[in-house]
Antibody, heavy 120, light 107 residues
Framework: EVQLVQSGAEVRKPGETLKISCKAS????????IGWVRQMPGKGLDWMGI????????RYSPSFQGQVTISADKSSGTAYLQWDSLKASDSGIYFC??????????????WGQGTVVTVS | DIQMTQSPSIVSASVGDRVTFTCRAS??????LAWYQQKPGKAPKLLIF???SLQRDVPSRFSASGSGTEFTLTVSSLEPDDFATYYC?????????FGQGTRLENK
């Protein structure tokens, strides 16, 4: 089955580190960009950044540059989102997804189930 | 950054109504625009890509148009399953940006 499966909910204190994961299956992981979208409680969707697992090319939204680190492990087909020092404002739901890139005629449009992060 | 602005923020409508959502980009994005539907507690679902192309398995009551900076999404006859929040998203830049969303509520 073609899917993205994310790691479970996390509760951390401000200043702590965190790394959440997104495991891909059913498609060639290295051939598609994969990224992270934040949704703060009761709010809209914010693109954080994306990575191309084939060569680890990584791009960040200006709002998230320097705030998080996105990485990918080709051997396990897993993407990661990492914080080195969490803030209360990092609380929210984090979705991994395969973004639409370029002039594709068949977007993959995969989404993970979301990981709830609570910093308190 | 390319800013995406959606209007209105909330739409109240009834089953069978025709509704239209609007999305504006702060600079021209060609036709690199997608529309998503999101229900509470769920991941977004892609409805439309490249401004007007219907994603597979999306009902034909959804249609969209536009180019440059002005885009619309229309639902021709609302069904109960359509009450949700709708987001536009530009992908003219590699890391896209979403609009703030339009919530469609049952009148």
């Amino acid at each position: 089955e073609v899917q993205l499966v994310q790691s479970g909910a996390e509760v951390r204190k401000p200043g702590e580190t965190l790394k959440i994961s997104c495991k891909a299956s059913g498609y060639t992981f290295t051939n598609y960009w994969i990224g992270w979208v934040r949704q703060m409680p009761g709010k809209g969707l914010d693109w954080m950044g994306i990575i191309y697992p084939g060569d680890s090319d990584t791009r960040y939204s200006p709002s998230f540059q320097g705030q998080v680190t996105i990485s990918a492990d080709k051997s396990s087909g897993t993407a990661y989102l990492q914080w080195d020092s969490l803030k209360a404002s990092d609380s929210g739901i984090y979705f991994c997804t395969t973004p639409i890139v370029g002039d594709t005629t068949r977007p993959l449009d995969l989404w993970g189930q979301g990981t709830v992060v609570t910093v308190s | 950054d390319i800013q995406m602005t959606q209007s209105p923020s909330i739409v109240s409508a009834s089953v069978g109504d025709r509704v239209t959502f609007t999305c504006r980009a702060s600079q021209t994005i060609g036709r690199w625009l997608a529309w998503y539907q999101q229900k509470p507690g769920k991941a977004p679902k892609l409805l439309i890509f490249k401004a007007s192309s219907l994603q597979r398995d999306v009902p034909s009551r959804f249609s969209a148009s536009g180019s440059g900076t002005e885009f619309t999404l229309t639902v021709s006859s609302l069904e109960p399953d359509d009450f949700a929040t709708y987001y536009c998203q530009q992908y003219d830049t590699l890391v896209g940006t979403f609009g703030q969303g339009t919530r469609l509520e049952n009148k």
